[in-house]
């Protein structure tokens, strides 16, 4: 099994920035890809950002393009989120996963680990 914690959510004023953090437990070694995902009140949750595991590919979802950036520290066990340029649509819950799959899935269902979430709210 995988634990996940996220931390670092908060309230931010628009265009500020924010930086979140996912802490990995357990079974580390099986953690191939990892990612964010974000639900705001009323929505679906949705992909944010995947990367996989050197860190040397990763994938963003349209509306954070250029604006977020996805990091990991293996030796941290520890994934990052940079949040720049902070939207009030970015408010919502965000969640860490992880799975032992390769490919950057950008779905739910492609990952088998799930942190409780963190909350960002960013005040406009």
């Known amino acids: 099994q995988v634990q996940l914690v996220e931390s670092g959510g908060g309230l931010v004023q628009a265009g500020g920035s924010l930086r979140l953090s996912c802490a990995a437990s357990g079974r580390t070694f099986s953690i191939l890809l990892m990612g964010w995902f974000r639900q705001a009140p009323g929505k679906e949750r949705e992909f944010v950002a995947a990367?996989?595991?050197?860190?040397?590919?990763?994938a963003y979802a349209d509306s954070v393009k250029g604006r977020f950036t996805i990091s990991r520290d293996n030796a941290k066990n520890t994934m990052y989120l940079q949040m720049n340029r902070s939207k009030p649509e970015d408010t919502a819950v965000y969640y860490c996963?992880?799975?032992?799959?390769?490919?950057?899935?950008?779905?739910?269902?492609?990952?088998?680990?799930w942190g409780q979430g963190t909350q960002v709210t960013v005040s406009s």
């Open positions: 996963a992880a799975t032992g799959k390769v490919a950057l899935g950008r779905g739910e269902g492609e990952y088998d680990y």
């Open positions: 990367i996989n595991w050197s860190g040397g590919a990763t």
